[in-house]
C-alpha cells in the first residue's frame, strides 16, 4: 500500500457581521474536517498537516494546538474575501507545500468554489459531498447521486485525491486552544478582477421575478442551518381551507410564528415556492434559497417537522438528512410520509400550529 | 455593441426528476436500470442558466448563446424538441454517455475541449454558464475544471442573479451559508458563473423560436462527435439505494390539543 499523506484544508469565518459563526476562529465546517482528517491520519498512519486559509491565521492555529498537527497558513488582507482568484491561489500554494496524497475540505461555499480548480492545478482528482470515509487496507469515500436517491462508496487509485466533506457529517473538533506555531507559506497572487462587497438577504421579490429590495423585511432569516428543527410548509398553506377561503395571511403568521418560537429554520416545497410566479397566493418571506429538495438544498437537522406538503419523491429527497420526521397531513394516504416519516399526524396544520404555537408562548412566558 | 456577450450554456440531460430510479452495475460500471428508456428532461440548475443567458443576450445586442450537451444523440435529439422551443441558442453537441457515475474530469476535458473549437467563439467576451450541481452527479466541480481548462480566473458558483453594467463590469450574486447572497463585482468577461435558481420562470414554449433553433439543432446532432469518458482511476466499490424504510405511526384521532401537546414535548425533547 502507498504511504499516504493528509492536508486538511480550512478557513477562518469571515468577519462580515452578518455570518452566522463570525467571530469563530475557524468555521464550524472546517474544525469538523479537522475530526474527519485527524481520524483518517491515525488509521492510515500518515502524518497530518492542516492548513489555514485566513487574513490573519494565528486566531485559528492556536484553536488546533491540540491537534498536534504541522499546522500551515497563508496570510493577507486578500484572504479576508471569499473569492475564486485569492482563495484558489492560496490553497494551491498550501497544497504545493505539502504534497499530500489525500486532501480534506470542508464543502463550505468558499471551498466548493474553488476546490476543483486547485485539483486540476495541481495535477489531482476529487470527489465532492462526502459523507463518510471508510474502508480498510484503502480510502473509501460514501456520497450520493442523483439528488440523494442513489448512494455509492467509491475510492480512487490517483492522487492526490481531494475530498469535500458535507456539513454534518463529522463533531466538530474541539480541543484546548494554546500556543501553536504556524509556518506561513507565500502565495503569488494573480490579477484580482473580483471584489466582494457584502452578504445580503435573500430578495422578497426573488419568487416574483423582479429584482429591487434586496433587504428583508423580516429583520431576522428564516433559513438557519444550526437549528435543530427544520420546519417545511407545502403548497396546502396557500390552498383554499375548509371554508372554501385561502388564508396566505394567516398561514405566513403562523409559521413565522412558530420560527420565532421554535428557532426552527424554514423549508418550502418547490410548488410553495414557485406559486408567487404563478400569480397565486404567496407567503412572502420565502424565496427559492428555501427550497428543499430536487432543486433545492438538503439541509441537515435533528429534527424535521413537515406540514400541508404533497408526496412526491423530489420532498423525499429533502429530507433524506433529517434523523427524526414529523409530518402534519390531512391526507391519511399521503405515499410520501408512509415509510418516510416516524409520525404522521392527519390534522388541519392551522389549527395544531396555532395550539402549538400558544403552547410555545406559555412556555416562554 | 459595447457589452455584446458570448454566452456558452454547458447542461446536461438527466432523468425527469418525478422517475424512479434503481441502480445496475454493468461491465462498463455503475448505471440506471432501464437509463436508456428514462424520460429525460434538461438538467434543471443548467435550465436555469440557459434562461438566464437568453435574458441576458436579448439585452445586450449582439450577444450570442451556444448551449453545449454531452449525451447519448437519441437522448439530446428528444429533451430538445422541448428546450428549444423556450429561447434562442445554438446547439453544440456531443455524443457521449449519459448519467452521474462517468468522471468529472473526463468530462471537463471533453467539454472544455469542445467549447476551445466554438467557430466565431471570442473568449474574452465569454461567460461559462451551467448548473453550479448537476441533478445526475452533483459533484458540483464540471464547470471549475472546464474553467481552469479556459484560463479563467474569475468563477461564482450558486449564482441567482448577474447584473451586466455599462463599463462591462459585472455584480454577481452568489449562495452562501445561511441563506445568504455573497454580493461581488467582477470587472468583465471572461467569467464562470454556476446557476442555482436564479429569478426567472421558464419561459413559455415558442413555436416561432423552436423554428428557427431547429434548423441549427438538428444539423448540429448529426454532426455530434462521439465522446469516451476514462474512469481515471475511479472505482465504485458499491453502488445502492438507500435501504433505510421508517415504521410510520399514522395518528388518527388525536385533537389539535393533544397533537399539539406532543409536538411541543418532542420539539423540547434531547
Known sequence: MTMESVLILTHDALSDENRSDRGAALTKASLEAVTAGMELAARLSAPLTIGIVAADPKAAASTLASTGARLLGVSGDAFAQARYASDAAACEALCRAVSASIVLAPASSRFARVAAGVAHRIGGFIDTHITAIGGTETVEATRWFYRQRVEAVLRRDARPWFLLLDAGTHAAFAGAPGPAQVEQVPVELPKLRTTVTGLQAPAQEAQTGAPGDRSSSLGWETIRPDAKLLFVAGAGWTKKQHDSQVHAVEAGELILGFLRLAGASLGSSKSLVDQGGEGQPVLPFLSHMNQIGQTGSTPRHAKGLSTCCHGEEPHVVGWRFIAERRAINLDPNCGWTRGKADVVYIADAFQVMAKVNALLNAEKA | MANALHIVVCAGVVPDPLQTL??????????????????????????????????????????KVWLVSLGPKAKLQQVMMTVAQKVPFELVSIDGPIGGFPDAHSTAVVLAGTIESIQGLDRT?????????????????????????????????????????????????????????????????????????????EPRNNPQVGMANMRTIMPALQKAKPATLPANGLHYVSVSLPKQQRTTRIVKDLSPDEIARELVEWIGAE
Open chain 2, 125 to 201: 467576451k465569454c461567460l461559462l454558464f451551467g448548473g453550479w450541481e448537476s441533478a445526475t452527479r452533483g459533484a458540483g466541480v464540471t464547470l471549475q475544471l472546464i474553467g481552469e481548462r479556459l484560463g479563467i480566473a474569475d468563477q461564482f458558483q450558486g449564482v441567482d442573479q448577474i447584473d451586466l453594467r455599462d463599463d462591462g463590469s459585472f455584480e454577481v450574486l452568489e449562495r452562501v451559508e445561511g441563506g445568504k447572497h455573497q454580493v461581488s463585482i467582477c470587472a468583465g468577461t471572461p467569467a464562470v458563473l454556476g446557476w442555482a435558481t436564479g429569478n426567472l420562470a
Open chain 2, 22 to 63: 434503481e441502480p445496475v452495475t454493468g461491465p462498463n460500471g455503475p448505471g440506471l436500470k432501464s437509463e436508456v428508456v428514462l424520460p429525460a428532461t434538461l438538467d434543471p440548475w443548467a435550465a436555469s442558466a440557459l434562461y438566464e443567458a437568453a435574458n441576458l443576450a436579448a439585452r445586450n445586442p449582439g450577444s
